[in-house]
């Protein structure tokens, strides 16, 4: 084992700090890398604060590392020293299950392991993410970065880009489909990127005015504001895909409203409670509201080959370390434009 520096919450009600965290060494089938970014996703905020239930402490949040293989184990092909290299939500799963045998480990039946708060099954605990210096991790977990993409906006695809990615793949948006991507933030700036590249006609639609420049330069054809009920009429049964990466509980039902018979819409951001959904909705014209996770890894590269091939990646602003809790602040008050991505060079040299 190896002591690493990381950054971790001790507890739901305290601030991010230094201390020192374990690392497993290299077994046969491992990739040892070092940690060059990591970018901070609202669900690292989720689990300090252990909004969710279920946090164990020390918290080392991170699961959109970047970094370059330092060693490898002797079973490992696919990967050598100084390879660029990710790490997403996920380091390891049953591999046995139906749904790892499909590339869907991120549905694991017997659990995925996460990248960090996961059961910790080689030196027992929990996992510990990528606001750390150091990470070990199972070669079939390891992703390859495209070497002509910026690797520190490359961070947040791992969970960003591949929880947009995923929905419109497997309910394959194709050109000319009219794509609504709802909600403009992490998420929804690598939706409309995404669409945009796969030939859709995109509709940013948000209730803030005042992101329709934005959402027109990172892709989008139109902006619709959705406290228009006029504009939203408009619109109605015209969308053959509806992204929807509204981090909290609302109502669905304007949204429905806007899908064509048969079309679907997909939740990616909230995991809680929503408001009624009125059955006539969805029944009247067969539409459907259907939920999305990430990705498995083999789709996960697929989404980083297609980003290589198009020259995508995320919007993001570079913090140090130590700057990590007020930009948990500034997250919490939409106040970044997308993502943070922490310069790991920081806590080497702090």
Known sequence: MSEVKAYAAKKESGDLSQIEIERRETTKDDVAIEITYCGV???????????????????????????RVTRVGDNVKDFK???????????????????CKE?????CENGATMTYNGEDKHLGGHTFGGYSESIVVNQKF??????????????????????????????DVKKGDKVGVIGLGGLGHMGIKFAHAMGAHVVMITTSPGK??????????????SKNE?????????????????????????????????????LVGAIEPLDPIHGGGLVLKRKRLAGSLIGGIKETQE????????????????????????????????DVKYRFVIDMKSLKES
């Open 41 to 67: 996703c609202h669900s690292d905020i989720h689990t300090v604060q252990n909004d969710w239930g279920g946090a164990m402490y020390p918290v080392v949040p991170g699961h959109e590392i970047i970094g």
């Open 81 to 99: 020293k100084g390879d660029l290299v990710g790490v997403g939500c996920m380091v390891d799963s049953c591999q046995t299950c139906a749904s």
């Open 103 to 107: 590339d869907l480990e991120q549905y």
């Open 142 to 171: 390891v992703l390859t970065i495209p070497e002509n993409l910026d690797e520190k906006a490359v961070a947040p695809l791992l969970c960003a880009g591949i929880t947009t990615y995923s929905p419109l793949r497997q309910w």
């Open 212 to 225: 329709a420049e934005d959402a027109k330069k990172l892709g989008a054809d139109e902006v619709l504001i």
């Open 230 to 266: 006029e504009e939203m009429e408009k619109h109605a049964n015209s969308f053959d895909f509806l992204l929807n990466t509204i981090p909290v509980g609302h109502d669905t039902n304007p949204y429905i409203n806007l899908l064509k018979r048969d079309a679907t819409m997909v």
């Open 303 to 334: 989404m980083l080959d297609f980003c290589g091939e198009h020259d995508i990646v995320s919007d993001v602003e570079m913090i140090d370390i130590e700057e990590i809790n007020t930009a948990y602040t500034r997250v919490k008050d939409n």
